[in-house]
């Protein structure tokens, strides 16, 4: 099968160079979707077609169920059409044959509809640019609307003073009811050509600050229709897929783990509600370049879900859950099961009203000890517990009241715990931030909870990396394209320096990965150009300045970016020598390997 989908691939990857057409036959399913095109799909049509085409009807694309003969021969079951002359109907029953043309080597079961007629319902004849006059009439409607023809000859006239007739309508209201006339007048070709290249302008995202003259615009069409789209793949041959990990409506619900014994990672559905829809993907375990799935929570066993944490250590999984449990689970090579070991509760000892009250708001875990701040809903009090990792046993446990109480910020009800996120896990102290008011603080604690300090920090730690080291604590955010820094003496007394760099050609709202080699901070950066996207990972130097660019993945969006189809970057980590990325693309989890 591998090898027929790569002569699939290898045949079709000919016919996008050759521009060659493919007679298809199939069925547009009526349970099937239609697909809201992107402007890089968009942009990629108007160079295939020279900047002379009718855009899909409405930007959609529509999937066509194929034949069995033409999935055999393709290589695919579905394809996406895009229509170029009209839209379609959706039928089980009526069958289809299109002449269809590929888009791009980078997506192969994307085809558009070859155009015969490519001036077919054009009012306006094409001698208008060669010589216009009074006697050729151009509807105002037609220059307005979303088709792209005859862009180079529009840009050509761009300081053409000669005059033509536009034909208008005017829409009126009055007491005795609405309607409307025609109207015509005169209009010169120049301004006819602005207002069509306004449509251009919307769609490569070209900013109409000042308006471009007629050299600019050729120089840009030349450059553009010559485009030569490159073989994304190519950016980097360590990309892995593992389908149906997710789901429409699945949220931000997933944790990830290195086990630092066996390499292997660790990707696990905290299982926060509706246990059944994630059955046979909460656990993916990535081996090098092999994976697993599992299921721990089953009809067998349901001893934990809705988990906020996890360490997994040699094979065995150490959770702790929403509800102030720990939970071990060990793997079973007979079964091949990750299987329940036992469970103990989190012991608070000054515990007011019922246990149902309090739950885990943040966690720091290590493999030898996990951290935990457990508020209680109705007190709006926390408590601070220290537990070993491997056996679920408390250490420690002391109010959030109490261990403030030497820092000179006393605790209020409205005191609020900040998330943060660990790059490093060799720390022995625990770290976290808190919000009272308006003000944000660092905060960092012996494992005995006998020794507190605290700084005064901005907004931005909010969310953010901490790596702990030996002299100073980093505090790392990646907020859109701006990437923040502020860096503490180890003992929290001074902000040592606070900086941000921008980024350009950032991806959408989606936030990067920070992680740090040693010597270096690295930044998986996801970005967006005209003609597709990608991630790449950025290693920087003291002033967050880029000194290094490595591509980790390309792709080309099909649709208008939408959460479910868009990339979400979710974890990265050391494996020997690579970096390792896990993101999230449509229904799949991706992984990319980067030396």
């Given at each position: 099968?591998?090898?027929?989908?790569?002569?699939?691939?290898?045949?079709?990857?000919?016919?996008?160079?050759?521009?060659?057409?493919?007679?298809?036959?199939?069925?547009?399913?009526?349970?099937?979707?239609?697909?809201?095109?992107?402007?890089?799909?968009?942009?990629?049509?108007?160079?295939?077609?020279?900047?002379?085409?009718?855009?899909?009807?409405?930007?959609?694309?529509?999937?066509?169920?194929?034949?069995?003969?033409?999935?055999?021969?393709?290589?695919?079951?579905?394809?996406?059409?895009?229509?170029?002359?009209?839209?379609?109907?959706?039928?089980?029953?009526?069958?289809?044959?299109?002449?269809?043309?590929?888009?791009?080597?980078?997506?192969?079961?994307?085809?558009?509809?070859?155009?015969?007629?490519?001036?077919?319902?054009?009012?306006?004849?094409?001698?208008?640019?060669?010589?216009?006059?009074?006697?050729?009439?151009?509807?105002?409607?037609?220059?307005?609307?979303?088709?792209?023809?005859?862009?180079?000859?529009?840009?050509?006239?761009?300081?053409?003073?000669?005059?033509?007739?536009?034909?208008?309508?005017?829409?009126?209201?009055?007491?005795?009811?609405?309607?409307?006339?025609?109207?015509?007048?005169?209009?010169?070709?120049?301004?006819?050509?602005?207002?069509?290249?306004?449509?251009?302008?919307?769609?490569?995202?070209?900013?109409?600050?000042?308006?471009?003259?007629?050299?600019?615009?050729?120089?840009?069409?030349?450059?553009?229709?010559?485009?030569?789209?490159?073989?994304?793949?190519?950016?980097?041959?360590?990309?892995?897929?593992?389908?149906?990990?997710?789901?429409?409506?699945?949220?931000?619900?997933?944790?990830?783990?290195?086990?630092?014994?066996?390499?292997?990672?660790?990707?696990?559905?905290?299982?926060?509600?509706?246990?059944?829809?994630?059955?046979?993907?909460?656990?993916?375990?990535?081996?090098?370049?092999?994976?697993?799935?599992?299921?721990?929570?089953?009809?067998?066993?349901?001893?934990?879900?809705?988990?906020?944490?996890?360490?997994?250590?040699?094979?065995?999984?150490?959770?702790?859950?929403?509800?102030?449990?720990?939970?071990?689970?060990?793997?079973?090579?007979?079964?091949?099961?990750?299987?329940?070991?036992?469970?103990?509760?989190?012991?608070?000892?000054?515990?007011?009203?019922?246990?149902?009250?309090?739950?885990?708001?943040?966690?720091?875990?290590?493999?030898?000890?996990?951290?935990?701040?457990?508020?209680?809903?109705?007190?709006?009090?926390?408590?601070?517990?220290?537990?070993?990792?491997?056996?679920?046993?408390?250490?420690?446990?002391?109010?959030?009241?109490?261990?403030?109480?030497?820092?000179?910020?006393?605790?209020?009800?409205?005191?609020?715990?900040?998330?943060?996120?660990?790059?490093?896990?060799?720390?022995?102290?625990?770290?976290?931030?808190?919000?009272?008011?308006?003000?944000?603080?660092?905060?960092?604690?012996?494992?005995d909870l006998t020794e507190t300090k605290l700084i005064k920090a901005t907004k931005e730690i909010s969310g953010a990396t901490i790596f702990v080291k030996d002299k100073t604590i980093d505090v790392l955010k990646s907020d859109r394209s701006v990437l923040y820094k502020m860096s503490f003496d180890a003992d929290l007394k001074t902000m040592v320096s606070n900086q941000h760099q921008v980024f350009e050609d950032w991806y959408y709202d989606e936030d990067g990965i920070v992680v740090y080699d040693g010597l270096?901070?690295?930044?998986?950066?996801?970005?967006?150009?005209?003609?597709?996207?990608?991630?790449?990972?950025?290693?920087?130097?003291?002033?967050?300045?880029?000194?290094?660019?490595?591509?980790?993945?390309?792709?080309?969006?099909?649709?208008?970016?939408?959460?479910?189809?868009?990339?979400?970057?979710?974890?990265?980590?050391?494996?020997?020598?690579?970096?390792?990325?896990?993101?999230?693309?449509?229904?799949?989890?991706?992984?990319?390997?980067?030396?």
């Amino acid at each position: 099968m591998k090898k027929l989908i790569f002569l699939a691939l290898l045949f079709l990857e000919k016919s996008v160079s050759a521009q060659n057409t493919m007679t298809l036959s199939g069925f547009f399913q009526e349970n099937y979707r239609t697909v809201k095109l992107g402007k890089e799909v968009e942009r990629l049509l108007f160079i295939k077609m020279k900047g002379h085409f009718q855009l899909p009807p409405y930007d959609y694309g529509y999937f066509l169920n194929l034949t069995k003969e033409d999935a055999l021969k393709t290589g695919f079951n579905d394809i996406v059409v895009l229509p170029l002359n009209e839209g379609f109907s959706q039928s089980d029953k009526d069958k289809v044959t299109l002449e269809l043309v590929p888009l791009s080597v980078n997506e192969p079961t994307i085809f558009y509809t070859k155009q015969n007629n490519v001036d077919k319902g054009i009012s306006y004849n094409k001698r208008i640019f060669a010589n216009p006059t009074l006697k050729d009439t151009v509807s105002w409607d037609e220059i307005t609307n979303s088709d792209f023809h005859y862009t180079k000859q529009w840009i050509d006239n761009l300081d053409n003073e000669k005059e033509v007739t536009l034909k208008s309508y005017i829409i009126y209201h009055t007491d005795k009811g609405s309607g409307s006339h025609v109207q015509f007048s005169k209009i010169k070709m120049k301004e006819l050509a602005q207002e069509r290249l306004h449509r251009v302008s919307i769609l490569f995202d070209i900013v109409e600050d000042e308006i471009w003259t007629k050299k600019q615009w050729q120089d840009w069409f030349e450059k553009t229709i010559n485009y030569q789209e490159p073989t994304l793949k190519d950016c980097n041959a360590g990309n892995y897929s593992i389908s149906n990990i997710y789901k429409y409506d699945d949220g931000n619900t997933m944790l990830f783990d290195t086990d630092t014994i066996t390499n292997k990672v660790f990707a696990i559905q905290s299982l926060p509600y509706n246990v059944d829809q994630f059955k046979d993907r909460q656990m993916v375990i990535i081996d090098s370049l092999k994976y697993h799935k599992y299921d721990y929570y089953r009809d067998d066993q349901k001893q934990t879900h809705n988990v906020r944490a996890f360490e997994s250590i040699n094979n065995s999984l150490y959770f702790v859950d929403f509800y102030g449990n720990w939970s071990a689970y060990e793997y079973d090579l007979a079964s091949d099961q990750y299987n329940f070991k036992e469970k103990k509760q989190i012991v608070l000892p000054e515990i007011t009203g019922k246990r149902i009250d309090y739950y885990v708001s943040h966690l720091q875990t290590n493999e030898n000890l996990m951290f935990a701040i457990i508020g209680n809903e109705k007190s709006k009090e926390f408590q601070v517990a220290t537990l070993k990792t491997q056996t679920g046993e408390t250490l420690k446990v002391k109010s959030l009241k109490d261990l403030l109480a030497s820092t000179g910020v006393n605790f209020t009800k409205t005191l609020e715990i900040v998330h943060l996120k660990y790059g490093l896990k060799s720390s022995v102290d625990f770290v976290f931030g808190i919000k009272q008011g308006d003000d944000y603080f660092l905060v960092k604690t012996n494992s005995d909870l006998t020794e507190t300090k605290l700084i005064k920090a901005t907004k931005e730690i909010s969310g953010a990396t901490i790596f702990v080291k030996d002299k100073t604590i980093d505090v790392l955010k990646s907020d859109r394209s701006v990437l923040y820094k502020m860096s503490f003496d180890a003992d929290l007394k001074t902000m040592v320096s606070n900086q941000h760099q921008v980024f350009e050609d950032w991806y959408y709202d989606e936030d990067g990965i920070v992680v740090y080699d040693g010597l270096n901070y690295k930044l998986f950066a996801p970005y967006s150009l005209s003609q597709y996207s990608g991630i790449n990972l950025l290693t920087l130097n003291e002033k967050l300045e880029t000194i290094k660019t490595q591509c980790v993945y390309q792709f080309l969006p099909l649709e208008e970016p939408e959460y479910n189809n868009m990339i979400h970057l979710q974890y990265a980590t050391k494996q020997n020598e690579d970096w390792l990325l896990l993101f999230r693309h449509e229904s799949t989890l991706r992984y990319a390997k980067v030396r």
